[in-house]
Structures are given as structure tokens and as C-alpha cells.
């Protein structure tokens, strides 16, 4: 099996690099490999003795296509790419070879009528029918030239019932004629003439709507018309095709030596430099070296590509292998954290079956794996309390869900959140036992409002202090028996000092009571005029001015505790913002609300925030004030604003002031 195995490997390369071998041939000399190898042997006898029989070899060619072929009437002779090419040929066949001109369509006519032995051509289906032909020589592009204009011809179809100058004999026309018979079109309307030069002297004139021809013989006429840099006109590319030298079909022997003749003209690079003397870098005729050097690029690089993808996929399976080591690593890790996880967690499917639990969620039910994984959710008699099947159905199954119940006086969160895996849908569901954390965040509320009433009192003291002087000058009055009038006068005063202290006592239990978590309707208004009746004492120290504008309603649903929390926190944090009296020191607490949205917006002018702090100031013990901070006043109001799902934002500008938006919808 291994040796079949080999050889089927070593088929496959040997394959491979007859069909690179093959292509590369191609595109360097236009033929295949195994014409490659049938013309790279000497010239045989027998064709020796056909030359003895037949010298010289009689070729012919276009005379009115400079400077592929034409006459020199400086020199009086005939010149131009075919004649050194020919001359070259000569010496490759060791045979004369002798050249004749005639304009292209005569030119065809003498071949038919066996004047010439050969000549070179475009190759066609219907020029196959009565020639031979030999390997490529040379490349050539046919264009369509046509005036701009409103009309332009951008395409062979455009030539339809157009009027077309072409050289009598020309290829393109064929070539037009089938193009648009394919396209179910009108044939174009050909104007054919002796020569390319007529033909651009048809289409200057203006008596063609078109001309065609090969492109390195209009350029050469170019200069005499001036056609090209006048930009009047469109140049199109008709087609590219190789030349190739035409013999009759009874002519093999002579097709095999001029074969011959031109692969070794090829091998000997002397068709490129004959090109080069003629065309210079013309795109028309250095295709084959192009080609193949691009060909040649292609394959290093196709080659270095394997070589690389072989040594990819070796360091792949070997990455893949530590991957699949550290993936499997990576799960027992994952499954040490989740098994040592306080959270309950398990994995139901859509069906509300468990499919997997963590060690937690063992704990939680007090029972073993083999008793959870497998039964539906609500069989368990524990979940099923937990979470109401009538409320679970109500429930979207795409989107997550949190949720609290109260069970044997412990309060459990109740996560449901969705999961696709492999088009499957799971939803994980985590359980956790809050009560702690909860009388935790009850205890911070509380001590953060004592430590809110201790900064509070010293500043009641001096409010309490002033109607109780009152109280002392009444009873000083009584005792030294004034006038009846002035008695009255001094119970009055006694009576409201004592009504004023009364009031400064209740605002402060009120706000120290501990409430419900419950909302109420309530006046805002009130609420916020107690909480500065309490701060009186620490605006008039730093002469704050203290504005406060109702914008709707005063009353609305709110929970009492939490608008305390965030009003004396943000209140408290603006006034700590005043380092000193500046003169206009002023605080402004706008109220708006709709539909049970409350808006607050605390402002001041105080010193603001430095912009590097900002990101911070709602972290717990975070704190710029050294003397008396905590660090928690904003990380609870922070945290009552999204028990609510509220928002809260913040602006300031150092040396300019800070504003608090409060956004809060209590339900």
C-alpha cells in the first residue's frame, strides 16, 4: 500500500512538471511541448533534398505596411522587420530565400497561385482551409480608430451598419463580421481600400465613420497625419494575434523547415532583437517575453508558496496540537473556577431540561449531579418555587432576564440569559443568595447617613442655639415681672424659638429614619426645602447662595431614602466645592419631571473637578477631600440612580464648576 502510495505521489510530480514544463514553452515560444521537441531536431536529408530541389524559397509580403514590410525609396530597396527577419531565416535554413511585395490582398492571390512559396499572415478558421501555418513569429494588435464625438465608438458592437475603412483582404473583417453576427447585429458597411495609409486618409476626410488597422503600421502614418496628438480621436483595441508565415497545403516539408528555422531564431533570441531594432519597447510585439517572464515569476512564487504552505502545515498541526493541549487545560481551569463559583449555575435547553450544573448549584439543591443533570427545570421542587412557570413563560426567551425571590428568609438573584451554540439554543441560568450582600448594602446606606447626620449636627447646634438665647431673654423678662405686654411678647418669641427647634428636630429624624424600599407619592418640592433647612448652617458658613427651581408637578412617585441619598450627597459635594467665598458662590437645583421620570440637575461654581479625576469620583473610597472624605458619597449615589436604572452624568471644568445630572424613573 506505502510503494502504490509512492508512485502515486511520484505520477503526480511527474505530471505536474510536464504540464509547468509544458507552459513554459508555451509562453516562451508560442507552442507546446511536444511541438517543441519535434522541431528542436537538425533538418533532416529528405528535407535538405527538398530545398537542393526548390531554392530559393520564394516569400512574400504586404508593401504597404511600414515598418513591418515596405519599400525604401531613400535606399531602393525593400525594408522593414520581415526583411531582416527573412535574412535571418536564410542563414537558420541554410537556404536563399528571396522577397517579394505586393499590396496584402495580391498578396494572398500569388500564394493561391503558387507566385510565392509563402507569406506571412493573421491566421484564421477560414484561412486554415487552404493554408498552413508555421509557428508564431510575432505578436500584433489590430485597433479601431474613430473621431470623439457625441457617437464614439467604444467597442466592436458600436461598428454596426457603421461605415468602416479597411484594408482590402484585411482580417478584421472577417473577424467583425463573425463578432457581430454572434450579437445578432447588423454587419458594418466596409469601405476596402489598397492600403492603411488610404485609410486614414478616409477617416480624416471624414468619409468613414471608422478605420482598421494594425497598430504599429497607423503609428507610423501617424506622424504624417498627426492624428494622434491632436487627441481627435478614439483609439480601441479590435484584437491581439500572433503572425505567422502561410504556406499551401501541399507544402509539409517546407512548413517543417521553417519551423525549424524559427524556434532557432527564437532559442537564439534574434526575433526579439530584430523586434527591438524595428518596435523598440512596442506593446505589440514583445508579448511572448512578457509573458513568460511574468509566467516565470508566477511559478517561483507558486513554488515558494507550496514550500511555504507545506512548512504552514507542519507548524499548524504542531500549533494546533498545543492549542488543543491548552484548550483542554483551559477547561479544567474553567471548570475549577465555576465549580468554586458561590453562584448556582446551570445550563437548560429549549426544552427546559438541565444539561449541566456547577458544584454551586449541587450545594444549592442538596442533591448529586446524576439527580440534576437530565431533569426538567421545574421538576425540581426548589427551582420550581424559585422561579413561577406562570412567570417563566412570560418571559423572552432572547433577551436576559434579572430577577429577586424572597425563600425562608433569603433573598435570591435570578439571571436568565440566552445562548446559541451550533444553531442550538441554551439558556444559562444563575442563581445566587444575596441576602448578605444586601444587609451589607443596608448597613453602608445607614453608616453613611450617620456620617452625613454627624456632619449635619454640628452645624443644628448653632441653629438650636439661636432660638434658645430667645427662650433665655423670655424667661429673663418673666422674672424680672415687666409689663404684662412685654410678657406676652416674650411667650410669643418662646413659643416660636420653641417651634423652631421642634422643626430642625423633626427634619433631622425624618431623614435619619430608617423607610421601606418602597415608593410613594411625595412632594420633591418638600423634600429638597427640609434637606437645606438641615444644611443651613453649612451654606451660610461659606455664604452660599442656594436656588432651587421647580420646572413641574412637586408631586410625583419617588422613594424617599433614595432621593435623600442623592440629594445630600450631591448637595454636600458641591459645598465642599467652595474653598472659599468668592463673593457669588451660588448652588442651583433644577426639578423637571414627566411621567414619573424625575430630572435633578445640581449645579455650582465652585472649583469643578480636574478632568483626570473625573473618571473616578463614582469609585467607592475614592476621595479628594483629606480632611473629612469617605469616598463613598457618590459611589452610593451612583448606586441608587441604577438600582432604579437611572443615568447620571457629569460636567465640570476645573476653576469653572461641576453639574450633576440625575435622570431617575421610579416604578
Known amino acids: 500500500m506505502k510503494m502504490i502510495k509512492k508512485h502515486l505521489i511520484l505520477f503526480i510530480m511527474v505530471v505536474v512538471c510536464i504540464i509547468l514544463l509544458n507552459q513554459v514553452i508555451l509562453m516562451k515560444y508560442g507552442i507546446t511541448l511536444i511541438t517543441y521537441l ?72 500569388a500564394l493561391r497561385s503558387k507566385k510565392i512559396d509563402v507569406c506571412d499572415m493573421f491566421p484564421s478558421e477560414n484561412r486554415a482551409k487552404e493554408f498552413n501555418f508555421s509557428i508564431p513569429i510575432y505578436r500584433l494588435k489590430t485597433v479601431i480608430i474613430s473621431p470623439k464625438g457625441n457617437n464614439p465608438i467604444l467597442n466592436l458592437i458600436d461598428l454596426s451598419e457603421k461605415k468602416v475603412a479597411i484594408p482590402k483582404g484585411d482580417l478584421a473583417a472577417e473577424y467583425i463580421d463573425n463578432a457581430l453576427k454572434k450579437e445578432n447585429k447588423k454587419s458594418a458597411n466596409f469601405i476596402f481600400v489598397d492600403d492603411t495609409k488610404t485609410v486614414l486618409e478616409l477617416l480624416k476626410n471624414g468619409d468613414v465613420e471608422a478605420a482598421v488597422g494594425d497598430e504599429v503600421v497607423i503609428s507610423t502614418y501617424w506622424r504624417e497625419y498627426d492624428v494622434y496628438e491632436t487627441k481627435k480621436y478614439d483609439v480601441t483595441l479590435l484584437y491581439e494575434k500572433d503572425v505567422v508565415l502561410a504556406v499551401n497545403k501541399s507544402s509539409d516539408t517546407l512548413l517543417s523547415i521553417l519551423n525549424k528555422g524559427i524556434l532557432q531564431m527564437k532559442k537564439n533570441h534574434i526575433v526579439s532583437k530584430v523586434q527591438q531594432k524595428w518596435f523598440g519597447i512596442s506593446e505589440s510585439i514583445r508579448g511572448e517575453k512578457r509573458d513568460f517572464e511574468a509566467f516565470i515569476n508566477i511559478a517561483v512564487i507558486l513554488l515558494f508558496c507550496m514550500i511555504a504552505l507545506y512548512i504552514w502545515n507542519y507548524f499548524l498541526k504542531k500549533n494546533v496540537l498545543e492549542k488543543t493541549k491548552e484548550i483542554e487545560k483551559t477547561k479544567k481551569n474553567i471548570n475549577i473556577i465555576l465549580n468554586n463559583l458561590n453562584i448556582a449555575l446551570f445550563i437548560v435547553s429549549d426544552s427546559n431540561i438541565i444539561i449541566e450544573c456547577n458544584k454551586a448549584a449541587l450545594t444549592l439543591l442538596s442533591k448529586e449531579r446524576k439527580d440534576i443533570v437530565g431533569k426538567n427545570l421545574f421538576d425540581l421542587p426548589f427551582l420550581s418555587n424559585l422561579i413561577k412557570i406562570s412567570d417563566y413563560i412570560k418571559l423572552d426567551v432572547n433577551l436576559s432576564h434579572i430577577f429577586k425571590h424572597i425563600i425562608k428568609n433569603k433573598c435570591y438573584e435570578i439571571k436568565l440569559s440566552p445562548y446559541i451554540s ?179 440637575l445640581i449645579e455650582d461654581n465652585g472649583i469643578g473637578i480636574p478632568e483626570e479625576e473625573i473618571d473616578y469620583i463614582f469609585d467607592p473610597f475614592y476621595t479628594t477631600k483629606e480632611e473629612h472624605g469617605t469616598g463613598l458619597g457618590l459611589y452610593l449615589v451612583y448606586n441608587e440612580v441604577k438600582k432604579y436604572n437611572g443615568d447620571i452624568s457629569v460636567e465640570s471644568e476645573y476653576g469653572i464648576g461641576t453639574k450633576f445630572l440625575v435622570s431617575i424613573k421610579f416604578k
Open 38 to 109: 519535434k522541431y528542436s531536431s537538425p533538418i533532416t536529408k529528405k528535407e535538405k533534398e527538398y530545398l537542393k530541389l526548390h531554392s530559393p524559397i520564394r516569400l512574400g509580403t504586404d508593401i504597404t505596411s511600414p515598418p513591418i514590410s515596405y519599400y525604401d525609396n531613400e535606399a531602393k530597396k525593400y525594408s522593414g522587420l520581415i526583411v531582416d527577419y527573412v535574412n535571418f531565416l536564410s542563414i537558420e535554413t541554410e537556404t536563399t530565400i528571396t522577397i517579394d511585395m505586393y499590396t496584402f490582398y495580391n498578396l494572398v492571390e
Open 422 to 600: 451550533n444553531d442550538e439554543k441554551f439558556k444559562i441560568l444563575s442563581i445566587e443568595d444575596i441576602t448578605e450582600k444586601l444587609i451589607a448594602e443596608r448597613k453602608l446606606h445607614q453608616e453613611n447617613k450617620l456620617i452625613t447626620i454627624g456632619q449635619i449636627s454640628a452645624g443644628l447646634a448653632h441653629e438650636i442655639r439661636n432660638p434658645l438665647g430667645t427662650i433665655r431673654n423670655g424667661l429673663y423678662l418673666i422674672k424680672m415681672k415687666t409689663s404684662s405686654e412685654s410678657l406676652e411678647k416674650a411667650v410669643v418669641m418662646m413659643e416660636h424659638a420653641i417651634q423652631r427647634i421642634n422643626n430642625l428636630i423633626e427634619h433631622l429624624l425624618r431623614f435619619s429614619r430608617i423607610s421601606a424600599d418602597k415608593c410613594s407619592k411625595e412632594n420633591i418640592e418638600t423634600i429638597i426645602k427640609n434637606i437645606l433647612t438641615l444644611m443651613k448652617t453649612r451654606l451660610k458658613a461659606k455664604n452660599i447662595q442656594c436656588d432651587l427651581i421647580l420646572k413641574s408637578e412637586p408631586f410625583i412617585i419617588l422613594n424617599i431614602e433614595t432621593i435623600n441619598i442623592i440629594l445630600i450627597n450631591l448637595i454636600e459635594n458641591a459645598i465642599d466645592a467652595f474653598y472659599e467665598d468668592k463673593g457669588n458662590n451660588l448652588i442651583k437645583i433644577s426639578v423637571s419631571s414627566t411621567s414619573n421620570l424625575l430630572n435633578l
